[in-house]
């Protein structure tokens, strides 16, 4: 069946805001932002992520034209799967998700055992995002192979469904040769467990096309989206298309740009929005007014 290129309302679409947990992590900080997202009527809560920063690289940062990020190496920045089991114990409906988790700090062992941990913890509510991973001094301080990391990322993906699917499994490919081994316990939503994959170059949006996953987009504007879909439909994507959108305070076009993004396509908007939690809460809260009921 042919899935149209955009046409979506903002019925179809889903919204969810970023916790607190780079900035100013704080107990406070993500206790505000969790709860209101709850209580709001907010459908999910995302968590970016880096693990050791390096004070100097030459890898540039794809989501901003200067090719170099706001944050620097002494940045706070909570873990993100931590951060997110930190929102399941004080939320009950939410869905959470990491975007994205970098496979160059970390293995596929580690993350099918950590996100299956948290999706039980969640009662099932977990989403991944990962990615092949943009910041290559950060993998060789972690003492990661940071080669042929497309590659990797698909293998990472084979790996996942067989430890979240079979009480034991054994693997032998280009990069992981794994024996026989078990991971459990395994995941509420089992295989079925959704895997977004983050990045938009051509690369990871074949990949997740190929390997049936959401695609997961950040800071482009509704036109690239468009843009971005279309080509992932191309390749043979059947899955959701996220985009991240930037609340800047007292902003009154919110309704009309949230319309813009459904009507790309969008199927997730992840909200960001920076500052002390008392902001933010703000923002969500005036957000919620605005759009929110055009969502339900």
């Not at 295989?191 to 051509?202: A, F, Y």
């Not at 902003?251 to 909200?271: F, P």
Request: glycine fraction near 10%; include cysteine; proline fraction near 7%.
């Amino acid at each position: 069946m042919a899935i149209p290129l955009g046409g979506l309302t903002l019925s179809d679409m889903r919204v969810g805001p970023l916790l607190r947990n780079s900035g100013m992590p704080s107990r406070e900080n993500m206790f505000a932002v969790a709860r209101s997202a709850e209580q709001l009527g907010y459908d999910s809560l995302w968590a970016t992520t880096h693990t050791a920063i390096p004070v100097r690289f030459e890898s540039r940062y794809p989501y901003d034209p200067s090719g170099r990020p706001a944050w620097d190496a002494t940045t706070p920045w909570g873990d993100a799967l931590l951060s997110l089991a930190f929102a399941a114990a004080i939320t009950e409906r939410v869905r959470l998700g990491p975007s994205v988790i970098p496979l160059i700090t970390t293995d596929p062992l580690t993350l099918a055992k950590h996100a299956a941990t948290l999706d039980v913890y969640s009662g099932g509510r977990l989403e991944l995002g990962i990615g092949a991973g943009w910041l290559v001094e950060e993998g060789q301080a972690l003492g990661r192979p940071t080669d042929h990391r497309s590659a990797r990322l698909e293998e990472a993906l084979e790996i996942l469904r067989l430890a979240w699917s079979r009480e034991t499994f054994s693997y032998d490919g280009r990069f992981w040769n794994i024996p026989e081994v078990g991971i459990n316990p395994k995941p509420p939503q089992g295989d079925r467990l959704p895997i977004w994959i983050g990045g938009q170059g051509q690369r990871a949006i074949a990949i997740a096309a190929e390997h049936g996953c959401g695609l997961m987009l950040w800071f482009a504007e509704p036109n690239a989206v468009r843009d971005y879909i279309a080509r992932f439909r191309a390749a043979g994507g059947h899955g959701p298309v996220a985009a991240a959108m930037p609340l800047a305070p007292n902003a009154g076009h919110w309704l009309d740009l949230s319309r813009q993004y459904a009507e790309a396509g969008t199927d997730l908007l992840i909200l960001t929005s920076y500052g002390q939690a008392s902001s933010v809460t703000a923002v969500l809260e005036e957000f919620a007014a605005q759009v929110l009921p055009e969502v339900r």
